[in-house]
């Protein structure tokens, strides 16, 4: 297993590198074997900064399991900013908590005065009851007086009540909907960075990507923009070939067009292959030539010898 991962590197790091797709005989092509299956391991985009560092990778070539730590992105800033959304959240929830409290005993309040006035109505109620003709005119005019009024504070404190009620139930969904914006806010800078380590979710060879800029080797230490690739995680299940072919040379390479291919490192174990797939539009590759180079993709059509891994570079050479 070490001398499988030593020579994917190797073959990866090495030969990619030093052989320019582009050569005099057009109807040969340089590429690597890729798995079609593979995760793709990209740069997320995450909340601030544009760009962000690659911290740590696992080695080129090494064979990697399901929920294996694979790589590491500098979380830069995220740590501040989850701390601050963090205290804030708190803030909020002890803002919530405060207001609350403050309304309840506002309604408590309001409760209590609804069956002070209720007590009253009733006492008042029993001196108005009495016959005119039982007490004294003067009497009778106050009870009646006394009456009304505390009719009038008991409908006062009956809308109080209500209306304290109804303030409750306004607030509580605006404490809520803060609450929820902040819990919301922090609980993306915590997503944030969990995405910074990355974890394999399939068995398989761990292979550095290409910086499409330089056509090098993705390293740790190295910066990269949103949606670059890091790397990925292949197997040998649906193996498949990718190549790149100058812009000057696209049309030699009809889509169902046959090509023989032979590793760098295994010439004896050819095999045939067709190709499926043309990318749309070139991207420029300064270290090979000028000009842009399109990507090919070739599908065996023989059986795959088993010393075929993903990452190893291949030549294609065009069957007449």
Request: glycine share 6%; proline share 4%; hydrophobic share 40%.
């Amino acid at each position: 297993m070490k001398n499988i991962t030593r020579l994917i590197s190797c073959l990866a790091t090495v030969c990619l590198v030093a052989i320019a797709p582009h050569s005099n005989a057009a109807s040969i092509l340089t590429g690597i074997i890729e798995d079609a299956g593979a995760q793709r391991i990209e740069m997320p985009r995450l909340p601030g900064d544009w760009q962000r560092q690659v911290e740590w990778l696992a080695p080129e070539g090494s064979l990697v399991s399901r929920g294996d730590l694979i790589a590491r992105l500098d979380p830069g800033s995220l740590l501040t900013q989850e701390e601050e959304k963090r205290i804030d959240l708190e803030k909020k929830k002890l803002e919530a908590d405060r207001h609350s409290a403050t309304l309840a005993l506002a309604i408590l309040d309001a409760e209590t005065a609804v069956l002070q006035a209720e007590s009253l109505v009733a006492l008042t109620k029993i001196n108005a009851d009495a016959p005119i003709g039982t007490v004294v005119k003067l009497d009778y005019d106050r009870y009646q007086l006394d009456f009304t009024t505390a009719k009038r504070a008991l409908g006062h404190a009956r809308k109080e009540l209500v209306a304290r009620r109804l303030e409750q139930e306004n607030s509580v969904k605006v404490l809520n909907m803060m609450v929820a914006k902040a819990q919301s806010e922090w609980q993306r800078m915590v997503t944030a960075i969990e995405q910074t380590k990355v974890h394999a979710t399939r068995d398989g060879y761990f292979i550095h990507a290409q910086n499409e800029g330089t056509g090098n080797k993705i390293f740790a230490g190295e910066t990269l923009k949103s949606n670059d690739p890091i790397a990925e995680v292949a197997s040998r299940d649906g193996l498949q070939f990718r190549f790149w072919i100058h812009e000057a040379d696209s049309r030699r390479f009809p889509l169902g067009s046959r090509m023989l291919i032979t590793p760098d490192a295994l010439p004896q174990n050819e095999i045939t292959a067709e190709v499926i797939w043309s990318s749309k539009q070139a991207s420029r590759r300064e270290e090979w030539s000028q000009g842009g180079y399109f990507e090919l993709r070739a599908r065996p059509m023989d059986t795959v010898p088993k010393t075929y891994m993903p990452g190893m570079s291949v030549r294609g050479e065009l069957v007449p």
